[in-house]
């Protein structure tokens, strides 16, 4: 096998790997948005555990945040929690860099 291939096989595993790494990062600010919006919506016991599986869920509609930021928009107006997009993508920002932190 030349080089070239190694090479090749090379970057392409440091790419899958990257990538699942990204997912899992994902995943966690995910659970941590999730986590925090519950408790905005003063979720008790189960219902934090059930309405954080719906906000993962709720990410993976569509490609980008806004899935998930709509969600959760819509569920604070519905409980008349002022809280701007702005605020909640803020938010996203920050669980996105403590997930982050939580793979090094």
Request: glycine fraction near 2%; proline fraction near 0%.
């Amino acid at each position: 096998m030349s080089s070239f291939d190694d090479r090749k096989k090379s970057f392409e595993k440091k790419f899958a790997t990257d990538q699942e790494l990204q997912f899992k990062i994902t995943g966690r600010r995910n659970k941590y948005f999730g986590q925090w919006a519950a408790e905005k919506l003063q979720k008790k016991d189960q219902d934090i555990e059930t309405y954080i599986d719906e906000v993962i869920k709720a990410d993976l509609k569509e490609a980008g945040d806004m899935d998930l930021i709509s969600k959760v928009l819509e569920d604070f107006k519905a409980a008349s929690e002022n809280i701007t997009e702005e605020e909640i993508k803020t938010k996203l920002d920050e669980f996105l860099e403590k997930a982050k932190a939580d793979f090094q």
